[in-house]
């Protein structure tokens, strides 16, 4: 599974970006598909993580803020992120795998390259 990640940029506090993550393969439906960050100077940090029957899970710090979708038929992941603060800025990562939703990066075999997300103050 290769997983290339865009859509990253600078914003303003208060503003909206969307991610996407595409994935290559033909078992993308099968995909537990994630989103870490990793800000400077840090490790990096689970955000948010969607089952591939489209469950999912939020990191506390992105509640009600951030949406995590998928699109199976286009073997697409986003990131929907709204309300962004200073405190969002980060190198932000998709991940998969084929095990259970996880909240740890031990948990993820596949990754991609990452995309800056800045958000000014």
């Known amino acids: 599974v290769q997983l290339q990640a865009f859509g990253g940029g600078l914003v303003q506090a208060g503003g909206s970006l969307r991610l996407s993550c595409a994935a290559s393969?033909?078992?993308?439906?099968?995909?537990?598909m994630a989103w870490f960050h990793q800000a400077p100077g840090k490790e990096r940090e689970f955000v948010t993580a969607?089952?591939?029957?489209?469950?999912?899970t939020y990191a506390d710090s992105v509640k009600g803020r951030f949406t995590i979708s998928r699109d199976n038929a286009k073997n697409t992941v986003y990131l929907q992120m709204n309300s962004l603060k200073p405190e969002d800025t980060a190198v932000y990562y998709c991940?998969?795998?084929?095990?259970?939703?996880?909240?740890?990066?031990?948990?993820?075999?596949?990754w991609g390259q990452g995309t800056l997300v800045t958000v000014s103050s």
């Open positions: 393969g033909r078992t993308f439906s099968s995909l537990t």
């Open positions: 969607i089952k591939w029957s489209g469950g999912s």
């Open positions: 991940a998969a795998d084929y095990r259970a939703l996880g909240v740890q990066t031990l948990q993820y075999d596949y």
